[in-house]
């Protein structure tokens, strides 16, 4: 195979990208698939069309081509016993590049579905097909394939949204830095955009738009086309964190026709952190980016869809089957329901805030983090039950803990025996009407800053570690009291719920809600979302692969 010269990744080689299928394994894929016979110049595949097949060559050669302005650009050829296509062949998103016949050649034809079906039921050929694809969409992103360009300022917070939701859906574009490109103008000029209207994406290369929403950029890019949101599904699931792709992976790959939706982009909080180092089988630990890509990616292979960057505004709960209220008078129906929206850690108003997370700032405290500032001192804030058990249990290995409370005490919010366990331990010192005010190190947390906000006397102290145990909000007011909720509005689920609790849903069953069920039949609550979850990656994966299980009593019921 020839890759015409490029970026080569680590660990990736074009022959990994491009294996040749030996002619065994052709015979395997023709049996999904016709032979087809084309011209020289023939186009297979047109860029920004939905991808409806991919191409085995028998004979002859295709080529792959980077479409700009009118010009072409062969980057990748496909000889003998190579095949077409990329991860979008999965989702059903539109093409990143046109496909062509460079010289008359013997091909086979497989329809998407065909490959859905291949990947699924052929272990070997699913290895090196999907092996293949997943290499080939890194390489686009790194060599910026595609035709999005982000025209931003590194100092805009909305530049730094687009380029977040751009590389977390794993989508290809170029930037192009205003700060840096001096003669950025011309571009600028060529699609009459001002500089109030930074930043500019430009997509399927001529439709121009000004500091675009999430959800405009995904309608750009087709990303959502190819669900169909009339049909009824065995299970929709809200939210596309780790318990939510658990949830899709586990239910789509047992034969249920899934459907995610997810308000931004795979991953949830996980997503956002920069190294998991407690997930079972990772011992070098796994980004919340990959394991997401992986999940993501596997979730696909099984036929679940995704519906990406639309928000579950409601539930209509009070009709059969259920449907998930998707905005603009749309819904989605469907027989059961994953609530897996997850929750968000309350996060501290400051401006450095996100360089430091996973880098000084931690909202767990686990041996895990333990480990990081033994010896050290450390500073945890909030003044709940979390907070005080986060103390109490880091001052048993750092020199000293400052614990930072916002309110003049911890009576109102904290259980009486924590509070008599910070106040016996002497290297707890406890501040109260106090915040924090500023973050300040190069790649982590070196200073903190913080204020007495009744007599404004700052503070400042060398300290690494800061804990922020200042609570998590859920993602469950969508859901409009459709379902129990707890005091903090955590999801009830299984034995949580009291009889006065079903009562008052008037749960109309003989049986009891099942393990993760609410108190709703057949809407299940999983991870961060649900009362009493551990918070963790783990868990949230494990209740999400347990919930299906149960979903599949309800289908059955
Ligand atoms: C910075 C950070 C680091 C962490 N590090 C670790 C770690 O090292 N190890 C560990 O075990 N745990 C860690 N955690 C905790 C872990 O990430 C969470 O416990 C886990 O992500 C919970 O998964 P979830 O799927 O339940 O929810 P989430 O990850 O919160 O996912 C919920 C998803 O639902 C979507 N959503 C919300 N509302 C809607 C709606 N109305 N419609 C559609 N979609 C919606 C969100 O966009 C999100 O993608 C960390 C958390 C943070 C914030």
Redesign the pocket.
Known sequence: MDLIPATRLPGSSPDEMFPVLTAEQQARVLTHGRIRKVTSGEILVELNQQPTRVFVVVEGKLEALRVSDNREEVFAICGPGMFTGELNLLSGRRALARIRAAEPSELIEIDREALLNLVQTDSGLSDVFLRAYILRRLELIARGIGDLVLIGSSHSLDTFRIKEFLTRNYQPYSYVDLDREADVQDLLDRFHVEITDLPVLICRRNVVLRNPTNEEITDCLGFNEAVDEEHVRDLIV???????LAAAVYGASEGLDVLV????AP????G??SK????LGFPTGISGHDLAGRAYTQAQKFGAQMLIAK??KGLACDRRPYAVLIGNGQSVPARTVVI????Q?RRLQLESLSKF??AGVY??ATHLEAQLCSGEEVIVVGGGNSAGQAAVFLAQTTRRVYMLVRSDGLAKTMSRYLIRRIEETPNIELYTNTEVTALEGTDHVERVTWRNNQTGQTKARNIAHLFSMTGAVP?SA?LGGCVACDQGGFIKTGLDLTTEDLAKAKWPLTRAPYLLETSLPGVFAV???RGGNL????S?VGEGSIAVSFVHQVLAQ
Request: proline share 2%.
């Open positions: 809200v939210g596309a964190g780790p318990a939510g939706i997810e308000s931004t991953g949830g909080q996980a956002a952190s998991i180092e407690n997930y928000d579950a897996a929206s997850g929750a850690y997370e996973g909202y767990g993602n969508w991870g961060d979302i918070k963790r990656v783990a949230a």
